[in-house]
Structures are given as structure tokens and as C-alpha cells.
């Protein structure tokens, strides 16, 4: 509770700016401030009121806050509901039994095009929640789970296709003999 993820709209500068010589000299349109909302911050490095963000290391903090308040007044954020984990575990699970049903009963290349379309698919629709919906969906663990499921069934298949041939292959040496 009282946190907020940002939804950055560009990089700086984001809002109109004027500087306090332009305000001081009267060097603005009239009625430039009627109906707005005005926040007053220093953009300069010396002041130390610089933030990193996805735009841009040195992104002034006046401008955070400008756009936190443009977020809350235009609804556009960016959300983790609450129901979110219950989604993240329905889709390891989804995924895991997918791949997990197919890759042990396919070959080589199908099980790691069918596991590779899966990881590309999920980053897809990952995106699209975010861009379309504001969605922040969580893409490690499905995606790690995608990679570790599938790098444990080859290595399976690989060490249990091994055992076999080594046991027909003593098997067929000690008949021969």
C-alpha cells in the first residue's frame, strides 16, 4: 500500500517547462499557469535532484513527480493486482504441463521449436498485457521455468537413452560370447 509503479510517457522533458528568469522577465504567454497544475523544482545536475529511470540516468526528480501526478489524474498506471501471483502459478503450471507432455514425445528439434514458440509466445502476450493493459506480469519465473523444464527432460531422455544402450550393448557382447 502507498506505492506506485511509474508509468514513464517520455523521456525529459516530459512537461512544459519556464525558467525562473522567464517568470521573473515576464516572458511567457498570458495566462500560460490559468487552470494548471504548476511545480516548481530546480533541473539543474549541482542540485542534486536527479533520479535514474527507465529514460535515463540523470532524469530530474522534478520530473518524477510531475509524471506520478499525471499518472494518478489520467488512471494510466501501471498495476500488479493482487491476483497476479495466482496468474503467475497458473501459467507455470499451464506451460509446465504442456511442455512436459510434449518434449518427452517428440523429437530433438520439434520438442525445442514447440519449447522455443513457448518462450516467444509467453514474452508476446507478456508484452501485450503490459502495453495494452498496463499489466505488469511477471516474466522470470514462466520463462525460467520453461528452460529448466526443458533442459531437464533432454538431459533425462539423454542419460536414460544412454543407460539403455550401454545395457543392450552388454547385453548383446555377453550373447555373442
Known amino acids: 500500500m502507498g506505492e506506485m509503479v511509474i508509468n514513464y510517457i517520455k523521456p525529459p522533458p516530459a512537461f512544459l517547462r519556464y525558467s525562473i528568469t522567464d517568470i521573473l522577465g515576464k516572458n511567457f504567454e ?26 535515463s540516468n540523470v532524469y530530474p526528480g522534478m520530473e518524477v513527480h510531475m509524471t506520478a501526478m499525471d499518472n494518478i489524474l489520467t488512471k494510466n498506471f501501471i498495476s500488479k493486482p493482487n491476483w497476479m501471483f ?46 495494452e493493459y498496463g499489466l505488469w506480469v511477471n516474466m522470470v519465473y514462466p520463462l525460467l521455468a520453461i528452460v529448466l523444464l526443458y533442459t531437464s527432460l533432454t538431459a533425462y531422455h539423454y542419460l536414460v537413452e544412454e543407460h539403455n544402450k550401454r545395457f543392450l550393448h552388454s547385453t548383446f557382447a555377453s550373447y555373442l560370447s
Not at 498570458?30 to 527507465?54: M, N, W
Not at 502459478?89 to 520439434?110: E, K, N
Not at 509466445?121 to 503490459?130: A, H, K, P, T
Open 30 to 55: 498570458k495566462g500560460a499557469f490559468r487552470d494548471k497544475i504548476v511545480v516548481v523544482g530546480s533541473i539543474a545536475e549541482g542540485a542534486h535532484d536527479l533520479r535514474h529511470t527507465p529514460f
Open 86 to 131: 495466482a496468474y503467475d502459478m497458473m501459467v507455470i503450471i499451464i506451460i509446465g504441463m504442456l511442455i512436459g507432455f510434449i518434449v518427452p514425445r517428440s523429437g530433438a528439434i520439434t520438442g525445442l521449436s514447440i519449447t522455443a514458440a513457448t518462450f516467444i509466445i509467453y514474452i508476446l502476450v507478456s508484452s501485450w498485457l503490459f502495453s
